[in-house]
């Protein structure tokens, strides 16, 4: 039941993100004209440029999730990579919300800002669910006390 609503959440934010980018004002419509940003114009198209970035750090986060869960790379390894993931994401939403300040795209619309700021969000969410997953793994393989002993 927890797998069903966590994908039902990441989804519905998907869609309500790639809502709010696809709707700036006019100004923010020029915006996107002039910088050349076709692939948010429309519904579909910022629908599937958010749920291609959302899936590529979905994906990632995973791998790096099983790896440690297989023990191919050490537990501690999983928590930095996952940590430096969130802390980049981070810094993409201050570097966001900076940006969101300047004179230009603070005139684009209270849509696209809020669609602007739900996408690190999002990603933030993903990569910290991550390394909660990665945090709270238990060892496959436990060490044996007879060899603790030794």
């Not at 790639?18 to 006019?26: D, R, S």
């Not at 602007?116 to 496959?140: D, E, M, N």
Request: hydrophobic share 55%.
């Amino acid at each position: 039941m927890k797998r069903i609503i966590w994908w039902i959440v990441l989804v519905v934010l998907t869609i309500i993100d790639a809502y709010l980018i696809a709707k700036p004002n006019l100004l923010g419509k020029l915006g996107f004209i002039i910088y050349k940003y076709h692939y948010l114009r429309t519904f579909p198209r910022a629908l599937l440029t958010v749920a291609i970035v959302v899936a590529v750090v979905w994906i990632i986060t995973q791998v790096i999730v099983w790896l440690g869960y297989q023990e191919i790379i050490v537990k501690r390894t999983a928590k930095i990579i996952l940590s430096v993931l969130l802390l980049l994401f981070i810094f993409i939403g201050v570097k966001t919300a900076l940006d969101f300040q300047s004179w230009s795209y603070s005139h684009s619309g209270h849509k696209l800002k809020y669609g602007a700021y739900l996408l690190p969000l999002i990603l933030i969410f993903v990569s910290g669910s991550g390394l909660v997953k990665v945090i709270r793994q238990t060892p496959r393989f436990p060490e044996s006390p007879i060899n603790k002993a030794l």
